[in-house]
């Protein structure tokens, strides 16, 4: 009994550990989704964003599109499933940034291409693979960014990222 | 007529926001995925003779497979033998295999396929797959928002078959057509918006035309359209559609329709 009882203290002790290890990631989202004519248009992507994991709330702007979401502590979301879920609805994103902190932009699958001035705390970065942004922005950005040669592969792993106001 | 097109012409180029949930034609784009609508379109058009009333019913459920395809089934009920009698049904689907957007603007291209069956007597030359005749139609539909103005455009071909079982179509018409429709809508209130309650009110204008391959027999139709959007969620469409112009034989041409529409999103 007080080996089961020890053990379970382990374990506890063991999963607050990785829980603080996995804390925050992402902890704030902010969409601006492109191609819109109307609330009905609006509310079905918030619909599909409402119906992911550790979604606590989302604000709407609907003069601008734009789509706040609050995820919970030790989350594992990344940009593609908010881009696939704004895309389900029938649209795109025109600009994606995200609140997390520093630690975790500094490391895979991100890829920061300005200086890193902050090594701690939150951050915001904007996300600037193709899908991320519009496509005016994109086919600009290719241009500056030819030194980078997995961004124009434009593959799904990483995310190009920048920092955002 | 002429003043009426002019009043709506003017009003879709002055205001600021657009719609494109036409009523008559569909758009190129699509119902969101994994999301279900469900449509009662009711019709009431007059006969040219005598001056009866043809009321339509189309029970109508859609559902969006993934972010680019749909599909929709409808059934057609008609009171045309005086009595409301299921004629029919019908299955659709549209693929979005083209989207460019921007922050102000999209640029959207679907292909469309319809197959229809239908045991009503066939009255017209017009062919009208919705509700009339037997038949398939094929097509694509381009729709474009520039500033905030929503234009959408589409051609099909369609054919129709025989009724069966007790109507052949008349070896006399040509069973075939092409069709062309032109659809512009704006959104007029509210001016600014607040929250997803709030009731959108969308004024519309299509043109619908045909033109039988074979002998060159044309229409072309007006169809103005209010529409309000009630909670982001459901829908009420009140349309007229009016004759302008056609050197084909047609029953009842003229009238009105009043379409519900729900719609559960992210099932």
């Known amino acids: ?165 | 007529m002429k003043k009426l097109i002019l009043f709506f012409g003017i009003f879709i180029f002055q205001v600021n926001y657009s719609q494109e949930l036409f009523v008559v034609t569909d758009p190129a784009s699509n119902v969101p995925g994994n999301t279900l609508s469900v449509r009662l379109s009711n019709s009431l058009f007059k006969e040219k003779i005598g001056g009866d009333y043809n009321y339509h019913l189309m029970p109508e459920v859609t559902y969006g497979i993934n972010k680019n395809l749909m599909i929709r089934a409808t059934g057609f009920v008609s009171n045309r033998n005086l009595q409301l009698v299921t004629e029919g049904g019908s299955f659709y689907s549209k693929y979005r295999f083209f989207s460019t957007d921007d922050m102000n603007s999209h640029f959207r291209l679907a292909a469309f396929g319809r197959y229809s069956f239908n045991n009503a007597d066939i009255h017209q030359e017009t062919i009208e797959i919705m509700g009339h005749n037997s038949g398939f139609e094929t097509g694509i539909v381009a729709t474009k928002l520039i500033k905030k103005v929503a234009i959408s455009s589409s051609l099909s071909f369609e054919k129709a078959m025989d009724n069966k079982p007790d109507y052949s179509f008349p070896s006399t018409q040509g069973d075939n057509a092409t069709n062309y429709t032109l659809s512009i809508g704006k959104l007029m209130y509210p001016k600014k918006y607040t929250n997803f309650k709030q009731t959108n009110i969308n004024l519309m204008v299509e043109l619908v035309g045909q033109t039988i391959n074979e002998n060159g027999k044309s229409y072309l139709d007006v169809v103005p359209a209010i529409q309000f959007i009630i909670n982001s969620q459901a829908r009420i469409d009140l349309a007229y559609r009016h004759e302008l112009i056609s050197s084909m034989i047609r029953t009842a041409p003229n009238g009105m329709y009043f379409n519900l529409e729900y719609n559960f999103f992210n099932l």
Request: glycine share 4%; proline share 2%.
């Open chain 1, 1 to 165: 009994m007080k080996n089961l009882k020890l053990n379970y203290t382990f374990i506890t002790s063991f999963l607050l550990m990785l829980s603080v290890q996995m804390n925050a990631q992402i902890s704030k989202v902010e969409i601006i989704a492109t191609g819109l004519t109307c609330s009905m248009c609006s509310n079905a992507i918030n619909k599909q964003l409402k119906s992911l994991p550790n979604v606590l709330n989302i604000e709407t702007d609907l003069n601008t599109n734009t789509f706040t979401v609050y995820l919970a502590e030790s989350n594992t979301a990344n940009p593609k499933i908010f881009k696939d879920s704004v895309e389900k609805a029938g649209f795109f994103i025109g600009s994606l940034v995200i609140t997390t902190t520093a630690n975790t932009v500094s490391k895979e699958p991100y890829i920061l291409i300005d200086k890193s001035d902050s090594t701690s705390g939150e951050v915001k970065v904007q996300v600037l693979d193709k899908g991320y942004i519009t496509d005016k922005e994109f086919k600009k950005l290719s241009k500056s960014m030819k030194n980078h040669e997995n961004y124009l592969l434009n593959n799904e792993d990483d995310f190009y990222i920048k920092y955002s106001k």
